[in-house]
């Protein structure tokens, strides 16, 4: 299983999303740090909008992201870019 796959499953659990995007941006960082190659899913955005972040601040649903996903950035998941938004607030998306 891919580790985008595992990010989508593990954020379906969790927050029922109305709208969800994971997108392996890896390619982008190419040649950053010597050991990004852009090869790989190093760097990845997650694009949520979900009930549960209603009432939420901006810093508590990255807080409750990044949480979730500690186990990936621990592993190797280097950067993770995260745009939360409950269901009647507008995107850039």
Same mark, same amino acid.
């Given at each position: 299983?891919?580790? &985008?796959? &595992? ?7 969790? %927050? ?7 997108? +392996? ?9 010597? +050991?990004? =190659?852009? =090869?790989?899913?190093? $760097? ?8 549960? %972040? ?12 990044? +949480? ?5 950035? +621990?592993?190797?998941? $280097? ?12 995107? &850039?998306?």
């Amino acid at each position: 299983m891919t580790l &985008r796959t &595992r990010i989508e499953e593990k954020l379906v659990k969790a %927050f029922a999303p109305e709208r969800l995007s994971v997108i +392996d941006e890896s390619h982008l960082h190419a040649g950053h740090q010597p +050991d990004i =190659t852009g =090869t790989g899913e190093t $760097h990845m955005r997650v694009r949520i909008v979900s009930g549960k %972040f209603a009432g939420m601040s901006r810093l508590a649903r990255h807080r409750a992201i990044t +949480d979730l996903l500690k186990p990936e950035l +621990d592993a190797g998941l $280097h950067a993770l870019a995260v745009e939360p938004a409950a269901p009647d607030e507008p995107t &850039r998306w």
